[in-house]
């Protein structure tokens, strides 16, 4: 493991100028509506059909092109707006190499990802991706390991950085992983897992701290919401506020709430996506997350208690 993560690092060390022409090209080929090919050999093939996944996943169309099954038809998937990334660790792939000038003649852009820039494939491509892996995690310094992980880590880099630079947002994100939690996370609105209505505990300013946990108990609830006649906030009140008050006062129930609630608490925009409230709550440490509307009216409230049962964290 000490072997490959020191591939990654000393392929970080060596970027250059072409790293930037690459996400260039990207941008490029999707502003003509184009695609990305991947194509490899060997186990730069299982490399290739990963990065297809990534790419799709951030909205960029790709395919895998096997170099082999390329001049037996699968050559006709490739149309001039693409862009064509190929893989080989020394450069020399024979079947790596007769591909280029096909691709070329359709018009396809390429990009060597090579251990060698100065080897055949980096040399007859428009663009040349290099890494470093100085030995194998291989005993005999001869099965694919360092290589391969570089060579992964440094596309993934690219993908990561055009989908920094681009205007891909977490609601497209999730429109491309629309099952399981990571969906469940990224596509729901605070409004659809929030406690509202009745279960939402909410009591005007000026009320007594008995009457305000007369009315937390009836809603079930940790927190209570305190508010200004306008129906704006003016605070939260919780369990923990509770006992912090009696700590320091027994005879605490009878005085105004006004006094132990919290002004200004954390909150979050009603249609706001629950990623953004996990945010909220791990950077915040808090247990409960106030939703507001337009007019800072509070309309519910995102108990922490609820998130593991809904499978979004």
């Known amino acids: 493991m000490q072997v490959e993560s020191q591939a990654i690092l000393d392929t970080a060390d060596a970027l250059d100028e072409s790293f930037v022409q690459v996400v260039e090209s990207i941008q490029a080929a999707v502003d003509k509506e184009g695609k990305l090919i991947l194509a490899g050999l060997g186990k730069n093939s299982g490399i290739c059909q990963k990065l297809v996944g990534t790419f799709n996943s951030i909205g960029v ?32 792939t024979r079947e790596v190499i007769e591909l280029i000038p096909l691709l070329r003649r359709l018009g396809v852009q390429t990009v060597a990802v090579t251990s060698d820039k100065t080897g055949s494939l980096g ?80 009591i005007p300013v000026g009320s007594t ?10 809603a079930k609830a940790g927190s209570i919401s ?5 129906g704006q906030l003016a605070g939260i009140f919780t369990d923990a506020d509770l006992r912090r008050a009696i700590l320091k006062d027994t ?23 629950v990623a953004d409230a996990l945010k909220a709550f791990e950077e915040n440490k808090i247990d409960d997350l106030l939703v507001v509307d337009e007019n800072k009216k509070p309309v ?14």
């Open 300 to 313: 519910g409230v995102v108990d922490g208690q609820d998130l593991p049962k809904l499978r979004v964290v």
């Open 61 to 92: 169309s790709s395919s895998f092109l096997d170099p082999v099954q390329a001049v037996h038809g699968d050559l006709g998937m490739c149309q001039a707006e693409d862009l064509a990334i190929v893989f080989s660790n020394s450069g020399e």
């Open 209 to 218: 701290v008995q009457e305000t946990i007369v009315e937390m108990t009836r």
């Open 123 to 202: 040399t007859v491509c428009d663009f040349a991706l290099s890494y470093v892996a100085n030995e194998e995690a291989c005993p005999l310094n001869l099965a694919p390991t360092a290589s391969t992980t570089a060579s992964l880590a440094l596309v993934d880099a690219v993908a990561m950085v055009f989908l920094d630079q681009g205007h891909f947002s977490k609601e497209d994100f999730a429109k491309f992983h629309p099952s399981g939690s990571l969906g469940a996370s990224l596509l729901l609105k605070v409004d659809e897992i929030m406690r509202s209505g009745e279960r939402f505990a909410s």
């Open 226 to 230: 305190i508010l200004e006649e306008s």
């Open 251 to 273: 005879e605490v129930f009878p005085k105004l709430i006004d006094d132990y609630m919290t002004r200004q608490p954390i909150v979050i925009s009603s249609g706001s996506l």
